[in-house]
Structure formats: C-alpha cells, structure tokens
C-alpha cells in the first residue's frame, strides 16, 4: 500500500524537472495512490542555505534528518494498515530528491546509511540516478542557467574544461554509490530533456501505476 521513487543526480542532470513530471503524470494515472507525499531537495539535501548562506550539514545531522522524513513516511504505512485498505486508490505514493545516495556521496563509511536504505526497503522505494553524457555537461551545467549561476560554478575552477571534468568525477561516484546502496537503483541519460518521457519511463518501470497488482 506504499511505494515511491527517490531521484537522484547532480545539480543540472533534471531532478527538480523530472521531480514536477512525475507529479504531473501521477496525478492524472487510474488506480494509483491519490496521497502523495514529495519532499524536494530543499529539505534533504547536504547543502543548506542557512540564514542565507550555504551550510552543510556534518554526518550526523544529515542522517537525523533524512531519518526524520522516514520516520513520516512509516507512520503514514502503517496507519494505512490498521484501517485495512487494500485497494491501491487508498494506497500512498512518495517522491524524495537528492536523499540516500547524497549521503553516500558526502560522507564515507556510513553504517547508518544502510540501515535508513533498509527501510526504505520496506517502503517499496526505488531510486533513479539521472546522469549527462560528457557532451551534455558544458551547455547544461556551465551555460543553461543564469550568469551568477555560472560565476558560482566556476569559482573554484580556473577553465570550463576543468569545471567539466570535476561534473564528471562526481557523477561517477554516485554511479557507484548507488552500486553500494540496497536500494534498486536505474540509470537514465537526460541529454534530451524529454521529462515526460522518463517519468513515464520510471512509473512503469518500477510499476508504480499499478502498486504491484
């Protein structure tokens, strides 16, 4: 009676974008959930702005967090289970961002990570990981957004190129971060911007219209 997809990538790759498809396609699906629960990046993510400025939060603080927002989301299944329901009308839907493999990424060595991926588990949840081909990179995450965008981007980079190749290597670690995870984890190129079809993509592929059924 849950189930959800986590979506995952760097900044750029498509997550907020596919993050609003979704939300879109769900909604307009037969036989599904009607509760949806979506918690953006916003309130997952490592990074904050705080008070406006940029903080990240420390190992511990980032679990507690994301811990938090499972801990909802069990509370939610099991209500669902005392009341008895068993049509997927009355089931739930959930869509995180940027959560388990954001963590994996930021911080090494976390033990506590695979037990949060365990109960994601037993939420029926699914990962995405969105990722760009090394064409894609410069006009995406260099050259699609605003001037101070792309100042903030290359701050810490003395060439395009650089800036670039560091994309890459961060993306790379998440593809294997999402090896480690426990939670079922799919790949998608977004180079062709095409977030309808991915969600629907993603929706059918961990057979989220139909809640298993």
């Given at each position: 009676?849950?189930r ?5 990538g ?6 907020t ?6 939300k ?5 699906a037969?036989?599904v959930?009607?509760s949806?629960f979506?918690?953006?990046e ?5 990074l ?6 940029l ?6 603080e ?7 927002h499972v801990?909802?989301?069990e ?6 289970d005392?009341?008895?329901?068993t049509?997927?009308s009355n ?5 995180l961002?940027?959560?388990?493999l ?6 090494s060595n ?15 949840a ?10 894609t990179?410069e006009p ?5 957004r ?6 903030y981007?290359m ?10 190749q560091?994309f890459?290597?961060?993306q790379h670690?998440?593809r294997?971060c ?12 977004t ?5 309808n079809s991915?969600a629907?993509?993603i ?5 989220v ?5």
């Open positions: 009676m849950i959800g997809v986590i979506i995952e760097l900044s750029t790759a498509g997550k974008s596919l993050f609003s498809a979704i879109g396609i769900h909604s307009q037969h036989n959930g009607k949806i979506a918690i953006s916003h309130y997952s993510q490592v904050h702005s705080y008070q406006g400025s903080r990240s939060m420390d190992k511990s980032h679990i507690q967090l994301l811990n938090r801990d909802y989301l509370l939610q299944s099991n209500w669902i005392s009341l008895g329901h049509k997927p089931g739930i839907f959930f869509l961002e940027r959560f388990h954001n963590h994996r990424a930021a911080f976390s033990s506590d990570i695979e037990v949060l991926e365990k109960r994601l588990l037993r939420l029926n699914r990962c995405v990981l969105l990722t760009l081909s090394q064409d990179v995406r995450f260099i050259e699609s605003s001037n101070a965008w792309k100042s981007v701050e810490n980079h003395s060439t395009v190129t650089e800036a670039c560091k890459l290597e961060d670690q998440l294997m999402a090896k480690q995870s426990l939670v079922p984890t799919i790949e998608i190129n180079d062709e911007a095409d977030w991915y629907k993509q929706l059918m592929e961990f057979n219209a139909t809640y298993g059924n």
